[in-house]
């Protein structure tokens, strides 16, 4: 990474536990006679081995095009392959030398926060929080427009501007320039003005934080999250501590994550806010109808029904992180 990050401790338990789980899947495979295989290294399997375990937890998966080349791969070698992913799935992943085990329980290690009390600051100073992170040019738009809305000021805000090494060497405002000119946002003169009042203030953080984001979450009336993926079109579906961190907060969701995504996470028995309203529609008019809400601060929700929400979401990632952490829990995947 090229910047500094948010210093939340959640964000640091996941890494710590994506690794507990990446070893529990390999330790397993070995005692099983496969071979454990780094997914960033199945682009060029040497492996002698027939079967092949690999794992992909808390990041999308690649699109269809990717396995069916990887399909190919195997089916020319004789070898099987199977992979783990927290990603929901849908029925177009099938193919004849790969098995996807899809196993959304994953995302109970991801964020879980069974501990806080809900039960206060329910009056809220702050309209939002927005925490960017990484950045890149859906994001930047994002930045652009609460400044262009005037809404920095209403809402809990930081544009920190680190990103993969293998995206951009660049750090800070040479970074934010970059993005600027490498995606033409200026061609938008409102984007173009944005970006003249916004270089000198960037990485931009509107608030001091204290290793742990949630008192900024409960003290705002609505959560902008945008995830790392929304943009993506693909059969399948990733979450991050982002958007599980709202789900059990008493914040009104403004989730900007994969077309349908709301659907999803209701299936899986999560309880937010219907927003089947802008859930079907594409990344830039989802963007839209969400800024819309914030602009105009046009839903309510009853405090009592939004902690019962917070604490059923809670229950819910609580016990799928029991059950991950269990010791048979992948064995069982093995075995069947």
Same mark, same amino acid.
């Given at each position: 990474m090229n910047?500094?990050?948010?210093?939340?401790?959640?964000?640091?338990?996941?890494?710590?536990?994506?690794?507990f789980l990446y070893d529990n899947i390999k330790t397993i495979?070995?005692?099983?006679?496969?071979?454990?295989?780094?997914?960033?290294?199945?682009?060029? @399997?040497?492996?002698?081995?027939?079967?092949?375990?690999?794992a992909y937890i808390f990041d999308l998966i690649p699109d269809k095009s990717w396995f069916a080349q990887l399909d190919l791969q195997c089916q020319k070698m004789g070898k099987k392959v199977y992979y783990f992913t927290d990603n929901i799935v849908g029925n177009s992943?099938?193919?004849?030398? @790969?098995?996807? =085990?899809?196993?959304?329980?994953?995302?109970?290690? *991801?964020?879980?926060?069974?501990?806080?009390?809900?039960?206060?600051?329910?009056?809220? *100073?702050?309209?939002?929080?927005? =925490?960017?992170?990484?950045?890149?040019?859906?994001?930047?738009?994002w930045f652009y427009f609460l400044y262009e809305k005037n809404l920095l000021d209403s809402g809990y805000v930081s544009f920190l501007l680190?990103?993969?090494?293998?995206?951009?060497?660049?750090?800070?405002? +040479?970074?934010f320039t970059w993005i600027h000119d490498n995606f033409e946002l200026g061609e938008l003169p409102h984007f173009q003005n944005a970006y003249i009042n916004l270089v000198n203030q960037v990485p931009y953080q509107n608030f001091v934080e204290q290793n742990n984001l949630i008192p900024l979450v409960l003290d705002s009336k609505y959560s902008l999250n945008l995830e790392t993926y929304a943009n993506?079109?693909?059969?399948?579906?990733?979450f991050t501590e982002k958007s599980l961190r709202s789900l059990q907060l008493p914040t009104i969701d403004l989730m900007f994550i994969q077309t349908n995504g709301y659907k999803i996470l209701q299936n899986l028995g999560f309880q937010l806010l219907d927003h089947s309203d802008f859930?079907?529609?594409?990344?830039?008019?989802?963007? +839209?109808? @969400?800024?819309?809400?914030? +602009?105009?601060?046009?839903?309510?929700?009853?405090?009592t029904l939004m902690i019962e929400q917070a604490y059923h979401n809670q229950d819910i990632l609580s016990n799928w992180k029991e059950e991950v952490f269990a010791a048979d829990f992948f064995e069982r995947y093995f075995e069947s």
């Open positions: 910047q500094a990050e948010i210093d939340s401790y959640d964000q640091h338990c996941w890494r710590r536990y994506r690794q495979a070995t005692k099983k006679n496969f071979d454990y295989v780094h997914h960033d290294q199945l682009d060029n @399997i040497e492996s002698s081995n027939d079967v092949i375990v690999t992943y099938k193919f004849d030398t @790969i098995k996807i =085990f899809s196993i959304p329980k994953i995302l109970g290690i *991801t964020a879980n926060y069974s501990k806080v009390d809900l039960n206060r600051n329910k009056t809220k *100073t702050k309209l939002f929080n927005c =925490f960017m992170q990484r950045s890149d040019s859906v994001r930047q738009s680190k990103q993969l090494t293998d995206y951009s060497s660049l750090t800070g405002k +040479e970074l993506a079109e693909q059969d399948c579906w990733c859930d079907h529609l594409s990344w830039q008019q989802r963007q +839209e109808k @969400i800024l819309e809400i914030l +602009e105009n601060d046009s839903v309510d929700c009853d405090d």
